[in-house]
C-alpha cells in the first residue's frame, strides 16, 4: 500500500476484491443486502449509469445513481473512480448521497444503506455508509474531486497491485483512468473491442 494511504485499503478479513480499471455503463457496484462483504475496493474505474437514453444526453436520465452499496456491507473503498456524467451538476434534484427515499427517479452519485426492497423509503443501515472509504474521486456533481478529509495523502498510485503498466494497454496511457488523467477517460482494449462490435 502506498505511503500516506489509509487502513481502509489495506487487506482485512477473510475476503478481498479489488475492482481495478472497470468500465461501467450501469452502477459500478450493485451489493445484495443478503451477502455482507468483508473488504471490496473499486479504485481507478468509470461510472456511468444511463436509463434507457444515451449517455450524452440529458434526457432520460431518472434513477441514475453511479455507486450503490445496499444493506450490510461493510469496510468498502471507493477510490480515484470517475463517476457520473457531465451535466449532472444542473439536473433538477440531483444529489451526492441519496438522503431520503428508495427506488426513486433521480440522479445521484452515491446511494448507501437501502435495502433491496423498494417499499422501504429509509436508509436500514447507515454503517455502509460510516464505514465506507471515499477518497480522490472525481464527480460530475461537483464537477471536481472528493477526498477523504481524515486521509493526508493526495496522491493517486497508477495502480494497487501492478508495478508497471500492462503490455495489453499498448498504446494507452497509464493509468488510463482517473481524476489526475488527462481527460479523466481513456478508452481501454475491452471498451474498443466493444465499440468496434457490428
Request: glycine residues 10%; aromatic residues 10%; positive net charge.
Amino acid at each position: 500500500m502506498p505511503s500516506g494511504w489509509p487502513s481502509g485499503f489495506k487487506e482485512r478479513g477473510d475476503f478481498r476484491a479489488l475492482g481495478e480499471l472497470s468500465r461501467a455503463h450501469d452502477k459500478l457496484v450493485r451489493d445484495c443486502v443478503r451477502v455482507q462483504n468483508r473488504l471490496k475496493s473499486l479504485y481507478r474505474s468509470r461510472g456511468v449509469s444511463v436509463s434507457g437514453m444515451s449517455v450524452y444526453s440529458l434526457e432520460g436520465r431518472a434513477n441514475l445513481i453511479d455507486v450503490v452499496f445496499a444493506a450490510n456491507n461493510r469496510f468498502l473503498n471507493v477510490g480515484g473512480n470517475v463517476l457520473g456524467r457531465p451535466g449532472d451538476q444542473g439536473l433538477p434534484g440531483a444529489v451526492y448521497d441519496q438522503e431520503s427515499g428508495n427506488c426513486l427517479d433521480l440522479v445521484a452519485v452515491y446511494k448507501l444503506g437501502y435495502p433491496s426492497d423498494c417499499g422501504i423509503s429509509t436508509v436500514t443501515d447507515p454503517a455502509v455508509k460510516a464505514t465506507l472509504l471515499r477518497h480522490g474521486n472525481f464527480d460530475y456533481f461537483h464537477n471536481a474531486t472528493a477526498w477523504d478529509a481524515n486521509t493526508a495523502s493526495r496522491a493517486l498510485p497508477a495502480s494497487l497491485y501492478r508495478q508497471q503498466k500492462p503490455a495489453f494497454l499498448g498504446a494507452v496511457p497509464w493509468p488510463p483512468i482517473g481524476p489526475d488523467v488527462a481527460g479523466l477517460v481513456n478508452n481501454v482494449p475491452a471498451k474498443r473491442r466493444f465499440d468496434a462490435m457490428p
